[in-house]
């Protein structure tokens, strides 16, 4: 059975973390199954939840990041659908050397891990509610929510960042980290089903 990361929050399934070497000439070999292994087999034991580590063959550093980094170039590279807009490629690029890149990590995991957790109430609210249509404004109703659990957790490093009024925007939660709640999401989805009618009445 699957478990939670509560570091990163993804799904693993618990089983101890592979070691994975990389040899001069590019070759990954995993040393749990004894067999060279490809970035596309290293991408599905992302997707099956089994955690890795990859070190290079010859000096032991970790550079497992530099790996991941790959797997996603080449899955943005196969010309199907990209996850990463070029919108936001741009924006990441412009903090690299900003003073605020060192938050800019802790930030997208916070966003990533809160998204992760309510995955599975985003999946039924489609398929229920609108089949393979998207719900932009649960979308973009997590990401404030995501914000503002940002913001939370950067006041209680720097008392500073936010005084009363920051407190006020960080949100109306009682605690950071609150995931969406059930009937927050269900309002927000029969707001834009109502819209949706009303467009195709429009239409017609």
Not at 21 to 37: C, D, I, M
Not at 65 to 85: D, M, N, T
Not at 173 to 188: C, H, M, S, T, Y
Request: net charge negative.
């Amino acid at each position: 059975m699957a478990e939670t990361d509560q570091t990163t929050g993804a799904q693993t399934t618990g089983a101890p973390v592979v070691k994975i070497k990389k040899y001069a000439n590019r070759r990954l070999y995993n040393t749990a199954t004894s067999s060279y292994v490809t970035l596309e087999n290293l991408c599905q034991m992302v997707k099956d939840g089994q955690d890795f580590l990859v070190e290079d063959a010859k000096s032991g550093e970790d550079i497992t990041r530099g790996v991941l980094a790959q797997i996603i170039f080449e899955e943005e590279s196969k010309g199907g659908q990209q996850l990463l807009p070029i919108g936001f490629l741009r924006r990441l690029i412009s903090f690299y050397g900003d003073s605020l890149q060192t938050l800019v990590p802790s930030y997208l995991e916070i966003s990533m891990t809160s998204f992760q957790r309510n995955q599975d109430q985003m999946r039924q609210y489609m398929a229920e509610s609108f089949g393979e249509m998207f719900p932009f404004r649960s979308i973009e109703e997590m990401g404030r929510q995501n914000m503002q659990m940002f913001q939370r957790a950067m006041t209680m490093f720097n008392p500073f960042v936010a005084g009363a009024d920051g407190d006020k925007a960080a949100g109306t939660g009682d605690k950071p980290g609150e995931p969406v709640e059930v009937d927050v999401l269900k309002k927000q989805m029969e707001e834009l089903r109502k819209q949706v009618e009303a467009l195709a009445r429009t239409k017609g």
